[in-house]
């Protein structure tokens, strides 16, 4: 089955700084998923470890955790990190758009 999300270069220099400099515990790997809102849902992220229900894929050596029900959300989308002098962080794009 292919990855139903990308990683880019970036993120995941920066994910692997993180998992090996901030403490994740052995076994956890990145949680990806989303969060129902008013109007339509909220792209969430962070380290957590495998759950009942969760798809496991190993995108780039990095263990990726997304619960089944949620995949259909996520399809396409790309998980990438934004530095500027504004703001620092994770953001989720549409690089097929």
Not at 37 to 63: A, H, N, Q, R, W
Request: glycine share 12%; hydrophobic share 35%; proline share 5%.
């Amino acid at each position: 089955m292919n990855d139903p999300i990308q990683i880019s270069p970036k993120a995941r220099e920066e994910i692997k700084h993180i998992m090996a400099h901030k403490n994740i515990p052995e076994g956890y790997g990145l949680r990806v998923g989303v969060q129902g809102g008013g109007c339509g849902v909220k792209f969430i992220l962070g380290f957590d470890k495998e759950k009942s229900g969760d798809e496991t894929y190993s995108i780039d050596e990095i263990p990726v955790f997304i619960q089944k029900k949620e995949i259909m959300f996520l399809l396409g989308k790309e998980v990438d990190f934004y530095e500027g002098a504004d703001a620092r962080g994770f953001v989720f794009t549409d690089p097929d758009r």
